[in-house]
């Protein structure tokens, strides 16, 4: 449904003349924005985890495991996480621009349009800048690139401010609309600017077109990440400006929740789907093949690709429980914030190392030594994405009244399934990864155990906690006589049997 | 936000307890389906997309372009464009069927995430079965597929039948719930039943397999077409089972209008990307490269891959103001048919093959006649994409109470706008495609310039539809003494002026 996208949540109610807003947007030629947001973030969704396809497709074989292969994979690993990151602050940037322009008409749709496009193309920048450390072309490229987003920005701020009407009302901009616009726009031009510096820079001296870039890229990482901590030593503290601060880096600044589970549910299909593409293209046998190495036997043929089928169930097995579990968090969550948005990002970003993780395990799925390895690299990326999934249940209730829907605080009926869902991964691979110290000879069996076992548990788990629950009000009932006033803060932590 | 999805479209307004109706929910355990039904949407838009890759990363060099290779590359487009229309045929069921069921539980979800998995699992094996047509195994393999997800689907009817609240108030079934669900279940085991015979013949005589697959996967199309052209031919008629018409393939059936937009978008988001995949994985230049063959020049190494650059921005450019277009359409869409289904399915085959084109003029850009090849092979996909789209705005038109919103019906204000984007790209590829005709020495240059001229003509749409509006005008007022009763029915296609 084409309603509103706000920072509020918004109530939906069948009405009987339906197009009665929406012909009146048409008329002045305005439209709500919702699809194109969900359309960019798609885009941004595919384009954030695209690089992980280098680092899979990297040929390793068992043989050759060198210091150079090593270096290689190195670097496209961290050329993934990095572009990861550069794209979901540009991302970040995106939604934040777009809750304060709450329509669009055709002029800012296609402007939208550019600004994917140069988006889209970062990932390639960045990758050159990394395979050519002191070539200032790289560099010069990717800023570029940084300073060309900004200006579509800048245009599109602009756009917006000279029609009033395709402002979000629900901003509230106390001071006079002239300021708001300058506030935003030097938020949206500064790290263009700090780009035309080092672009500026790696003509002569590259090292410090580095500084900069890092600043750009990390700054709002840091910025949130310190000012959080500083939230939770000091308590959350007043905003000195208190009419700009819709457009700050104040981690309890609402973030579209809509637009972190577009973004989210964009991660998690192409992540699914990233090894089916990849077995769709090189796993069908080739028929002279066939026909020579396998006597004519498609069976044959097709058990040398075995491995691969099994890490694709996997993979798509893991990847969609880990969207489910965020899928049951976020029915519970009624405003995400910044510290969410954050560690969601984290958590996205351990989700797209996954297809790295499972390719490894089926690619030595010969080698014990190295099966074992590849089987804890696996367990460690699933700890690693579903450990911040729970991280940020745990922001959530910290601000719980404004996060959470009352079912899931602390004492709803939703709670403890709730946590059982969130701590099942972590617990599961936890528990993997210490039983492959103790039976190094079985990991694969045990990975594999693990992959069968947690779906199963998913769809036993209100069962299982029902049954948890009972037995821990029934030793709590044996054990009160003797202890009962230390349990006592604990008690709004079960619910009411349902 | 998590507002119920219903085929009726919804009025949203902002409430002061926008939490009331979600914790009803939460307390008996259901969900909105919405979320779920995004990302099933993106999954099987990803999916219907992927096995243009096997087609795009065909190794063609213009020396050999001999029958093997052009029998492979036909056997591949085949493969593409059916495995287009069966995860279509695949998400139209499941559309159908969660217009059924209206709410969503832990165990649906998971349900239908074994529904995905399955469905994922189809393009390989019925790439399979292309590759070795005389083997039963590929056969067998794509019926079991079929039947695993048909078993799955039915396993949702039932589940959801067993618990109604489960199911849609709005979906109207005066029958007994029994007979409903019995009505389904039928529909929905239909195509598995015949699988199951194809997967039975397969092991003896495999051509029976084939017609019965066949059926499967054509009936619904066929089925749909011809009762189109019997309600152009003989008028709409009755429906005689009235009570079931929920679940028909009843043309004038609505379709979830968000669903179709959440699949359109998928399919545009992943093709735009698609280029981007491979210049990130292949056009990175290699180290020891650069240091040897282009003496340490990068800037020399990267002109290389320059046509493959040009060709992403005009895929991504193409892609995006097809989009945009769609876009456009579907904001003045009220209701979707399944007539308008079919069109749009049409549509985004064509789509999903620009990369394809694109590819094909970077890689020919030396060779003047296979060029000219390409250039036409472009044009006409671009033209097939962007005709099914302004056919898809007829059909549209023909039911225009219905399925459009006041400003864009025959009179509305936006009528000629609508008119002017979606003719924009028909007219435009055609010319081009016409003009290498003549030109065939410039045909490059033709599509690079109809490439950069089409954004413009799109951001200078409004205005140059008034522009021609106000000379047809002025033509009418000077012709008029003559002949102003024969353009009197034409009068209302004209709107007023803004």
Not at 133 to 148: M, S, T
Request: glycine content about 4%.
């Amino acid at each position: 449904m084409s309603e509103p996208r706000t920072p509020e949540p918004a109530l939906s109610v069948q009405g009987d003349s339906p197009t009665s807003t929406r012909d009146e947007d048409a008329a002045d030629g305005t439209q709500h924005s919702q699809r194109m947001l969900n359309f960019s973030d798609a885009l941004l969704s595919i384009i954030a985890t695209v690089m992980i396809l280098p680092v899979t497709h990297t040929e390793i074989s068992p043989e050759q495991f060198d210091k150079s292969i090593q270096k290689l994979l190195a670097t496209r690993i961290a050329v993934y996480l990095m572009t990861f990151l550069i794209v979901t602050v540009a991302w970040a940037a995106h939604t934040r621009l777009f809750q304060v322009v709450g329509k669009i008409d055709d002029t800012l749709a296609l402007l939208n349009l550019a600004c994917m496009m140069t988006i889209t193309f970062l990932p390639y920048t960045f990758s050159l800048m990394m395979a050519f450390p002191e070539v200032p072309l790289g560099i010069f490229l990717f800023c570029v690139c940084v300073i060309a987003i900004g200006a579509v920005q800048a245009l599109i701020v602009v756009y917006a401010f000279s029609f009033p009407h395709l402002l979000n009302p629900q901003v509230g901009c106390a001071a006079p609309r002239g300021l708001c616009r300058q506030h935003i726009l030097r938020i949206v031009l500064r790290g263009p600017a700090l780009c035309f510096l080092a672009a500026g820079f790696s003509l002569f001296f590259y090292p410090v077109s580095y500084v900069l870039m890092a600043t750009v890229i990390f700054l709002p990482y840091v910025n949130k990440a310190a000012s959080w901590c500083r939230d939770r030593l000091l308590g959350p503290q007043e905003s000195p400006a208190h009419s700009m601060e819709f457009f700050t880096f104040n981690l309890q600044e609402p973030l579209s929740k809509e637009r972190v589970e577009a973004f989210s549910d964009g991660v998690y299909a192409i992540v699914a789907t990233l090894l089916i593409l990849d077995i769709c293209e090189d796993n069908v046998p080739d028929a002279k093949d066939v026909e020579e190495r396998f006597h004519g036997s498609l069976v044959a043929a097709l058990s040398v690709y075995g491995p691969h089928f099994l890490a694709y169930f996997g993979s798509f097995a893991t990847v969609g429980l880990l969207w489910f579990a965020h899928h049951s968090l976020f029915l519970h969550v009624r405003k995400a914030t910044q510290s969410m948005g954050l560690l969601n990002t984290l958590s996205l970003a351990f989700v797209g190392g996954l297809p790295l993780a499972y390719q490894q395990t089926s690619a030595f799925a010969r080698q014990p030594r190295d099966e074992l390895e590849s089987v804890r690299v696996s367990c460690a990326i699933i700890f690693f994405a579903s450990i911040f999934q729970f991280a940020m249940w745990t922001a959530a209730l910290l601000h719980e009244a404004e996060t959470l829907q009352p079912p899931a605080r602390f004492g709803g009926r939703e709670h403890a399934f709730m946590f059982a869902k969130l701590a099942l991964y972590p617990c599961a691979s936890l528990l993997a990864f210490a039983s492959t110290c103790f039976l190094s000879r079985f990991s694969t069996a045990i990975f594999h155990l693990m992959q069968i076992a947690v779906p199963f548990a998913f769809l036993l788990l209100r069962l299982l906690v029902r049954l948890a629950l009972a037995l821990l009000r029934a030793l709590r009932g044996l054990a009160r006589p003797a202890q009962g006033v230390e349990e006592a803060p604990q008690a709004p932590l079960l619910p009411a049997p349902c």
